[in-house]
């Protein structure tokens, strides 16, 4: 088969969160199964270089550029004006940024003979509408990372990138009296997937929906939920060059040289106490503030390294925090190989999002050994179970609603069994021996695309 993904990120051309690592795992994974994969993908750089193509939407003109990435060819799309700005995201005009580079990545589709086209978030939601109104019989599968961002604007969008308003109703993309990218994804490609099974019936529900319950209801029965897996060869603990020593679920001696060399990096004592890690975005959805909260109530010592950066406010009630409690290091930036030294350094891994369409973190810190308590929320209801301390079954400790003193209790049942050498040992190696690669999810989505390919689509 030839698959054209259509993403606003992907590493190592892009990043800004998950969905880069899910592209570049998944495209590299379904092009080693035989097919051949093009990333149809902004160009974020300012680039000089001369175009391959170009091409003109309503007056502006975007380059192209093709890249061979291993076993991948990225298709870049260029434009000064739109893309070579500080951030990839969080301007006024992202709406009208992300419409653009959906025609232009459309008319390459057109124009290339694809099998199958995957679109990724509201920047790419335009695309099946665009296929479908130029009569494409490609079928196209659309992945919600996020129901948050749903890329809302005046309808003069569609007038822009020549969408017709015949399509601008409440079964189309109208949406409130705008239009809705997101709502385009979901309405008009033939399958639509989320980053795991429990976010697939999470984001029907009004508490998690963003206001698009209603209209992923009326879709259900083309909605799925395909679990992430995570980079096993980037990600592992028995020959990540950034640790001090190597590890595995059998041979756990050199994780504990980890921690300790984590500790010296962070002047924190070599007591016998369990160290506690939080990685990732301080944005209301992480739920730091809910950690910050429960911190008071746990019971039992512990050491807390907290990697983040983000929301300014969280910042500083962080930075405080740590100013005024000997046990606590924060280290406010975007800084990924440390990521991998608390991932193999940490004993707990600490998750308490409100909401998570699958998470990584959770995966990796397993990976490495380091036991996750987490919210029972999308990805994360779905990749940790409660540990029985009976039977011995379980890799982590889960807790229900976004309550501080729930926190509280699943952190200090952590650190309480991590005072018995032998339990804790089971719950690690229970940790490491689950199997998070990409192989199954990419297996999963190879059925789909040949389950959307098998029949033709209709223009709604
Ligand atoms: P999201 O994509 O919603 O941010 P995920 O859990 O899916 O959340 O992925 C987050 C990824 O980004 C993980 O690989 C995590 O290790 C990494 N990450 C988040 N914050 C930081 C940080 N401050 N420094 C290094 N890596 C980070």
Redesign the pocket.
Known sequence: MKIAFVTPEVRPISKS???A?YVQSLAGAISEMGNEVHVVTPDYSSSQEEADETINVNGLTLTFRRQQVGRWTAEKIGSAELFSRKDMYGYEDDYRRFAYFSKAAADHIMGNAYDIVHCNDWQTGYVPLLLKQSNSHTPVLYTI??MEFQGNSAPEILDEIGISRSFFHMEGVEYYGKASAMKSGIVYSDSVVTVSPTYSREIQTPDHGFGMDGVIRKYSSKLSGIL?GIDCRVWNPSSDAELRAWYGAESLEGKAQCKSALQREFSLPQVGRPLVAF???LWR??GADILLDALKSVRGNFQLVV???GDRALVRRIEDMAASNPSIRA?M????P??HRI?AGADIFV?PSRF???????M?SMRYGTVPVVRKTGGLADTVTGFDAGTGEGNGFVFAENDPLELADALSEAVMTYGDKEKWKTLVQNCMNRDFSWQSSAQAYLRLYRTIGGRDSELS
């Open positions: 969160g998950g969905l690592d990372h996020n992430n990685i990732g975005r959805q992480k990697l983040g950066s280290i930036r975007f800084d990924e440390l990521s991932y998750m998570e369409p699958c998470g990584l973190g959770q990796i």
